[in-house]
RNA sequence: GCUGGAGUAGCUCAGCGGUAGAGCACCUCCUUGGUAAGGAGGAGGUCGCGGGUUCAAUCCCCGCCUCCAGCUCCA
């Protein structure tokens, strides 16, 4: 391949990293068979980044073995971000080993050092890895399905490996160690311990700093820093993933709910509530005893045995199963802001991202197999109106298929995917979609849907599943036109997923700096001496009747430093009251930004204050 | 749950076998200053919890809890 690009043009053989011969991507090295379709990779190409990534972890592999003689070697693959190895050392590697493998590495890359390809029989390969001392992947030489197995030597090094590899070390100029940490050989947690390095590489030295400014920037988001400091919320001992809401994220909270309810109206749901604690036999009923009674709380009441619930629908089928239902109710869709408690391990929580306690802004939707995908199209409608609203034009979506274990007629849940997908084109999705084959529930496919934040970060947030198995499991039935007893099809949707999260999210995306109709405190009153302190609370009043979160700072501090206190407290406006504006009944108005907006009165502040608001801009 | 690390004032952290310190925040007083830090004083701690070693433990040892980074998991 590498003569074909030479042909093609010099520049192109110096830029060619690898290349992809009937797909599948293999180095420059590699001889092209007859008819082959190829095309060749060059930094710009978005599988490229793997393989330098993952020729970064044989780079980062070749400096611990140096280091590090009697290493074994674990599995070292590129990853979204970077790359990782997993070694098992003669003695732990730490944090600070981490600036001499760098420095190792960037030798080696100096050096220039050739990934060979050298194809071996089983046997071969077998004797090969004793041979160097790789105990841990003898055994997996069985699993490996090709009869060839690779290896990649680069000077005194060889690793077994699929590859494929950029031609040489040279190429890896750009890389950074970030961690070292625990990790299990084939990631089983009884298995052989192992140490994880984890670094990152980049083609070009400004993709490399960029991406540690965005790791820095995220650090000083971290939605846990900023919930302190903004007064949102708090997380106790007492209830370990259990958050606690104070007033200002309170406020979040409910302004999301409201734009959530607006849709909700306008889209024909109702909204319900159910109870917390439910008796055993409607979770064994729901087959959730079954599958996740590990995660679930139960508490025993007068001899009879409830738990806490895990999820909603359940009692959500209670609802309709109280009484008879006819074809012509149909859609019913029945919306829930619904808490619900998950035992999740204690090693998994984080902040408000990951919670055992948590409210999903949940719906349950029965149906008639005909309106699932219009019904699937007002679902991503509603889902794009609501990111659009909170500031996420970003959206990405998967189809999340049928599963080895489904249950239920494989010509249904074919249907069922063929309408997901149709809902998913027909509603500004189309090319815009992935399928997961496989990923789906055992009782129907789903649709995820995933946000990218400010910094470029994927969160998965909604979803969207068809249901084939419940309804059944509680006998939900409504009479059809035929006059005969049919089952509704479910769909389980939440826009938000989880509102704790969701909050947790915004909080990282906007860095707490909200926009007017989410911010806690929208607007302070900064008095500029003692004098215009009972005006500056006359102000704050008018304001908080007028429908505005005020509060007026009258503290005996200069003005810089209350300007300074308000704009660290990020509120959105700052109504600077000195003697002129106490005489003129005005307010200096001063955005978070530090734009000055001029004087004005507060009829003129409120009109514009709700105007943004109202907008959501 | 597993591996490793950490827990000292509201926050960020220093200290270290002889019962505790700074900065910021808070309170009081002085200052009344026009858009990112004016000054002085004060208050605030069972050094995560429980055991042990010691004449003496915040410090050493053991157990537990919580948090952090990973792993794993995520209906």
């Keep these: 391949m590498r003569q074909v690009a030479e ?30 379709a190829f095309r060749i990779l060059t930094a710009r190409d978005e599988d490229a980044l793997g393989v330098l990534r993952h020729s970064a972890a044989h780079l980062l592999a070749m400096a611990v073995l140096e280091l590090f003689p009697g290493t074994d070697l674990g599995f070292g693959p590129a990853t979204e971000d970077g790359f990782y190895y997993d070694f098992k050392t003669p003695r732990p590697i730490t944090e600070e080993d981490l600036p001499a493998i760098e420095a190792r590495m960037k030798a080696i890359v100096k050096e220039g050092r050739a990934f060979a390809r050298v194809e071996l029989d089983r046997a071969q390969a077998k004797a090969r890895l004793a041979d160097v001392g790789y105990d841990l992947k003898v055994p997996h030489v069985d699993e490996i399905p090709e009869d060839v197995i690779s290896f990649y030597d680069s000077g005194p090094f060889t690793d077994m490996c699929e590859g494929p590899h950029v031609p040489d070390t040279s190429w890896i100029a750009h890389i950074k160690l970030l961690a070292v940490s625990g990790a299990y050989w084939r990631g089983d947690a009884e298995g052989e311990p192992m140490q994880r390095v984890r670094g990152t590489a980049f083609f070009d030295k400004k993709s490399l700093k960029a991406y540690l400014a965005r790791i ?49 109206l306008a889209r024909g749901y109702g ?89 999903q802004d949940d719906a349950h939707v029965y149906c008639t197999e005909d309106q699932l995908e219009s019904e699937i199209g007002d679902m991503l409608d509603m889902t794009r109106s609501v990111y659009s609203a909170v500031g996420f034009d970003d959206i990405k979506t998967r189809l999340a298929t049928r599963p080895e274990n489904a249950m239920g007629d494989p010509d249904v849940w074919a249907r069922a995917e063929q309408a997901l997908g149709a ?60 006059g005969q007893k049919h089952t509704p099809v479910m769909i389980h949707r ?69 300007v300074r206190d308000a704009t660290l407290g990020r509120v959105n406006y700052m109504l600077v009251v000195g003697g002129r504006e106490a005489e003129a009944g005005l307010v200096d108005v001063r955005s978070r930004a530090g734009d000055r907006l001029g004087t004005m009165d507060v009829e003129a502040f409120l009109s514009l204050a709700r105007a943004e608001v109202s907008e959501r801009r």
């Design 7 to 36: 042909s093609i043009g010099a520049g192109l053989a110096k830029a060619a990293l690898a290349g992809a011969i009937d797909g599948e991507i293999v180095e420059v090295s590699r001889p092209i068979h007859a008819d082959a």
């Design 216 to 264: 820095e920037e995220a650090k000083l988001r971290d939605h846990r820093k900023i919930g302190r400091e903004m007064d949102l919320f708090s997380l106790h001992p007492e209830g370990p993933g259990f958050p606690f809401w104070h007033p200002n994220g309170t406020v979040l909270w409910n302004a999301l709910e409201g734009l959530l309810r607006e849709e909700l």
């Design 271 to 359: 909204e319900v509530r159910t109870p917390s604690v439910l008796s055993d036999e409607l979770w064994r009923t729901s087959g959730h005893y079954e599958h996740f009674r590990d995660d679930m709380y139960f508490l025993d009441i007068d001899e009879r045995s409830f738990a806490v619930k895990p999820m909603n629908c359940p009692g959500c089928c209670l609802i309709y199963g109280s009484k008879p239902h006819s074809y012509r109710e149909l859609p019913l869709r029945l919306a829930e802001f619904g808490s619900v408690h998950r035992n999740e391990m204690s090693g998994v929580l984080h902040g408000l991202l990951r919670v055992r306690s948590f409210t």
């Design 423 to 482: 809902a998913l084109d027909k509603n500004g999705f189309e090319g815009a979609w992935v399928e997961a084959p496989g990923e789906g529930a055992f009782y129907g496919p789903k649709i995820e849907v995933h946000v990218t934040d400010a910094l470029g970060r994927s969160w998965q947030c909604g979803t969207v599943q068809v249901d084939f198995s419940m309804p059944a499991r509680f006998g939900l039935e409504y009479t059809g036109s035929d």
């Design 494 to 562: 939440a826009i938000l997923g989880s509102m704790e999260r969701f909050v947790g999210i915004l909080i990282e995306n906007y860095a707490g700096k909200f926009p007017l109709w989410l911010a806690p405190v929208q607007a302070k009153v900064l008095s500029i001496t003692d004098k215009q302190g009972a005006f500056a609370e006359d102000v704050a009043r008018q304001l908080v009747a007028g429908g505005i979160r005020a509060e007026a700072d009258v503290r005996g501090d200069k003005i810089g430093s209350k």
